[in-house]
């Protein structure tokens, strides 16, 4: 028989697919629903069924939003026969040793708009008008994205820079910053190259 796999039951459809080929790193319900074009609510309900039967698991348990889930060991089984059967790429993903807890606070809209900003020293006036460009529909204040940066400083993922002849510190990322910036980046690559492929093609964000 040519195609042999035998799918489990939780995975009946081309919705649960696209979901489970979405995981090409820790995804929240809201992350996963932008890649797939999937509404919020039904990738939420696709996220917690997966966790139920133990083909999903979530990273950050006490969070009440931004709640990150990640392939287990069968979950990835099916993964991989999935990209297989559909001719993708896969690729093994080494979970990078960080607070998960923490990335799923940088998940929220503001926070991540601001570390994907910071892609060089800046005051918070500067981060205020790349985004008043690039994200205009984007409601943020220059009080806001002070908060952030305070949130952020104390939880080390930026530093304060002194700049040669300029009177107030800039803001750049730290190491963790720069893991955490990457994977919020990542959160929107396809898992396969085929991305024509009907079955899993990234909806419009």
């Known amino acids: 028989m040519e195609n042999s796999t035998v799918y489990p039951s939780e995975i009946k459809n081309q919705t649960d697919r696209k979901i489970m080929l979405a995981f090409n790193q820790p995804l929240t319900a809201k992350q996963a629903a932008a890649k797939t074009g999937i509404p919020e609510d039904t990738s939420g309900y696709l996220m917690g069924k997966f966790a ?8 950050n348990p ?3 939003n931004s709640r990150l889930y990640w392939l287990t060991e069968l979950g990835k089984k099916y993964q991989m026969e999935l990209c297989s059967q559909l001719n993708l790429s896969y690729s093994e993903y080494e979970l990078p040793n960080i607070d998960w807890q923490l990335y799923g606070l940088i998940c929220f809209n503001h926070r991540s708009a601001v570390i994907k900003t910071l892609t060089e020293p800046m005051q918070p006036s500067k981060i205020k008008q790349i985004l008043r460009i690039q994200r205009p529909n ?7 994205i002070r908060d952030i940066i305070r949130f952020f400083l104390a939880r080390k993922i ?6 040669k ?16 910036r990457q994977l919020l980046i990542n959160s929107k690559a396809e898992i396969g190259q085929n ?10 964000n």
């Open 52 to 59: 139920k039967n133990s083909l999903i698991t979530c990273l």
């Open 62 to 64: 006490e969070a009440g």
């Open 138 to 144: 984007i409601k943020i204040s220059a009080n806001n």
């Open 158 to 163: 930026v530093q304060p820079v002194k700049v």
């Open 165 to 180: 002849n300029k009177a107030h510190l800039r803001y750049e990322l730290t190491d963790l910053g720069r893991i955490l």
């Open 195 to 204: 991305s024509s492929n009907p079955i899993y093609k990234r909806g419009d």
